[in-house]
């Protein structure tokens, strides 16, 4: 076994876990979804030739250049307005929260997002029910008043009297109890 190529790729991979850093996730709902209106630039160059003729002789150039560019797409005004009402729709469905935290407030650090958010007011959902059960579990509820001896699946109040499964008698089988084999096929 070769152990001098094991050390090479042990000690390359310390090398590389010194380097790596994290990934981090990103709140994609507040960055400018790549609107780039344009890019103008501005850059420098120097070009030295030699000409190795007879008299050895040099050149020199040196260069400013200025470079726009114009990205194709729907237009920068479009783009931002609508980068603009992204966030405003996420601030929309957040406020709540924020404002019903007064710690918030009081807090330095948020006192950017306190002031955005100060005047919004959700429109509460009033389809909840009164007794915060979902829909779901009151439908449940009724379902099993209509029917009850019905057994659900994960109902956590199973009826220990006589089912319609249980009327067939079956049982369980016992710990040790060996399953027989399946019949072979036989090819045609």
Known sequence: MNYYFTGLIILALTILALFVEPAYPKNEYL???GVRCGEME????????DYNYSDSNTHEDQYLRFTYRKYLGTDCKTAKENVAIKQQLELMKMCGRVNSNPSLANNSNFDLLVSKCRGVTPARDNTRPSDSQSLWDD???DYKKENPDVQLMGDKFINSGKTKLDKGGLKMPPKDYILPLPKPKIND
């Open 31 to 33: 960055n400018d979804y």
């Open 42 to 49: 501005v850059s420098t160059e120097r070009r030295d030739t």
């Open 139 to 141: 439908m449940k509820d």
